[in-house]
């Protein structure tokens, strides 16, 4: 990937926006199908991480072994696709409390059926849709930055950002807090 061509970075952001509207599909796949198109999803999310991390380590290898050769617009494109992987990590990360609601679920079915059972499925079931609708706005709004930052690779620098504000947006994000751990009574059947 050539990350000081805007072409390249377009494409990035349809592959970005691509994953986005799949991930937010996951959650309209009818029961049977849900488990599959969420392994689907979770294996695209990941490759696409490994795929912006292969870009990104490799163009710092490239960097310390050729540093006369680092234009402004690599180093750009660099950002770009870097800041790119946080939210994609992010996205993933959500895929993967999906599956533990998936799971959820699917113990609750194990329970009689009665008032606190079906309030509880309800509760897990909508807790899955926004969790992939979180999932999926993480993605658009990748695909949006993305898009603009190709847009503007190539553009004369008003100022380089500090050191601080690097540093500060590199940390800015973090993970979702764990959910708690379910715990209660053996199902009966």
Same mark, same amino acid.
């Given at each position: 990937?050539?990350?000081?061509?805007?072409?390249?970075?377009?494409?990035?952001?349809?592959? @970005?926006?691509?994953?986005?509207?799949?991930?937010?599909?996951?959650?309209?796949?009818?029961?049977?199908?849900?488990?599959?198109?969420?392994?689907?999803?979770?294996?695209?999310?990941?490759?696409?991480?490994?795929?912006? +991390?292969?870009?990104?380590?490799?163009?710092?290898?490239?960097?310390?072994?050729?540093?006369?050769?680092?234009?402004?617009?690599?180093?750009?494109?660099?950002?770009?696709?870097?800041?790119?992987?946080?939210?994609?990590? @992010?996205?993933?990360?959500?895929?993967?409390?999906?599956?533990?609601?998936?799971?959820?679920?699917?113990?609750?079915?194990?329970?009689?059926?009665?008032?606190?059972?079906?309030?509880?499925?309800?509760?897990?079931?909508?807790? @899955?849709?926004? +969790?992939?609708?979180?999932?999926?706005?993480?993605?658009?709004?990748?695909?949006?930055?993305?898009?603009?930052?190709?847009?503007?690779?190539?553009?004369?620098?008003?100022?380089?950002?500090?050191?601080?504000?690097?540093?500060?947006?590199?940390?800015?994000?973090?993970?979702?807090?764990?959910?708690?751990?379910?715990?209660?009574?053996?199902?009966?059947?």
């Amino acid at each position: 990937m050539d990350l000081d061509n805007p072409a390249q970075l377009r494409i990035l952001a349809t592959r @970005l926006r691509d994953r986005a509207r799949a991930v937010a599909a996951v959650a309209s796949a009818p029961a049977g199908y849900l488990q599959n198109r969420m392994g689907d999803e979770t294996s695209n999310l990941a490759d696409l991480l490994a795929d912006l +991390t292969y870009a990104v380590t490799w163009q710092l290898d490239e960097a310390a072994r050729r540093p006369r050769q680092q234009t402004r617009e690599l180093r750009r494109g660099t950002a770009a696709v870097a800041r790119a992987a946080i939210p994609v990590g @992010l996205a993933l990360a959500g895929l993967g409390q999906a599956v533990a609601q998936l799971a959820a679920l699917h113990a609750l079915d194990a329970y009689e059926p009665s008032d606190e059972q079906q309030a509880a499925v309800h509760h897990t079931h909508h807790g @899955l849709e926004q +969790t992939l609708r979180d999932a999926s706005a993480q993605l658009a709004a990748a695909a949006e930055r993305m898009s603009h930052d190709a847009d503007h690779v190539d553009d004369r620098p008003r100022r380089p950002p500090t050191p601080s504000e690097i540093a500060a947006h590199a940390t800015a994000s973090a993970l979702p807090p764990a959910p708690p751990t379910p715990s209660g009574p053996n199902p009966t059947r």
